[in-house]
């Protein structure tokens, strides 16, 4: 593992980029990156984000649902059958659709 540590770093020199050591971590078993929990298991929506999600305002207008569905949509590989689930609120965004 120390090998390939060390030709990632080293072809780093190579390209001319530089890590800040401050945001480096080496040996962890998991890491949150944008949003996903990444790990031995795969990679899954990070609980933080779905807390946000489970905590959204109530939609009471068409902005709001368009929110609420690309907040949503921005996980869809992890919900199934999403694009069922999220039709009848994309339903709301129609013109000449009453808002109910």
Do not use: Q, W
């Not at 530089?18 to 949003?35: H, P, Q, S, V």
């Not at 649902?65 to 009848?88: K, Q, T």
């Amino acid at each position: 593992m120390m090998d390939n540590i060390e030709k990632f770093l080293e072809y780093l020199r190579e390209v001319n980029l530089k890590l800040n050591a401050n945001k480096c971590e080496f040996f962890k078993n998991e890491i949150t990156i944008l949003g996903f929990v990444v790990n031995a298991d795969g990679v899954s929506p990070s609980p933080s984000k779905l807390e946000k999600i489970m905590n959204f305002p109530r939609p009471n207008n068409v902005s709001g649902i368009r929110a609420f569905v690309n907040l949503c949509g921005f996980y869809r590989r992890h919900i199934p059958a999403f694009a069922n689930i999220a039709a009848p609120m994309n339903n709301l965004l129609k013109k000449k659709v009453k808002f109910d």
